[in-house]
């Protein structure tokens, strides 16, 4: 039997501009309540219907490969209000093709809607390298990632840092916002 991971996740995703990451990298390892993480790669395969279903309704059905490992994804609509926190469910399969079989959570149904198997097509793929830093004694992940989304033959280059509330108010990640929008502009992704 597969295991489902269920979270429920909230965070800020904030674009920068590629030349700025060193200059926010250097500020964030400063920072008294930093805690370095760990670093990696990231490979995800994002699936959608031809018509763009998921897209439409603000879910995201993805693949990423973790090592040896193929991690499938569904990413809820999440809160229309304040688009902070959406529900997340994780299952392990066998590689980067989604196997809707393993996924058995009403809820998570529900964000997929009538969706069959053969409707769905890779429709982008990422390639992240990946720094975590935890701040607020590892109430906060920051994430900082670096690398491209291919589509269609069309290569765009990725910045972004990512903080992800792992307890506490969310006013945090806006507090983090703040601080590196003085070391470099942010934009909310």
């Known amino acids: 039997m597969t295991e489902t991971v269920i979270n429920t996740e909230t965070e800020l995703k904030l674009s920068v501009a590629d030349h700025d990451l060193p200059q926010l990298r250097q500020a964030i390892a400063g920072w008294d309540d930093q805690q370095p993480g760990t670093t990696g790669s990231l490979s995800s395969i994002y699936y959608d219907t031809a018509d763009y279903q998921l897209c439409r309704r603000r879910v995201t059905l993805r693949v990423r490969r973790v090592g040896d490992h193929f991690i499938q994804t569904v990413k809820g609509a999440g809160d229309h209000t304040v688009g902070l926190t959406r529900d997340e469910w994780e299952w392990p399969v066998a590689g980067p093709t989604p196997e809707l079989s393993v996924i058995v959570e009403p809820d998570a149904w529900a964000q997929l809607g009538p969706l069959m198997a053969d409707q769905l097509r890779p429709v982008f793929e990422t390639r992240i390298d990946r720094a975590i830093h935890w701040l607020a004694a590892g109430a906060v992940e920051l994430a900082i990632d670096s690398g ?13 840092i990512e903080l992800e509330l792992k307890r506490g108010s969310a006013a945090v990640l806006f507090d983090y916002a703040r601080a590196l929008n003085q070391v470099a502009p942010v934009r909310f992704s």
Do not use: K, N, P
């Open 148 to 160: 491209q989304i291919q589509a269609g033959g069309t290569t765009l280059t990725v910045a972004e």
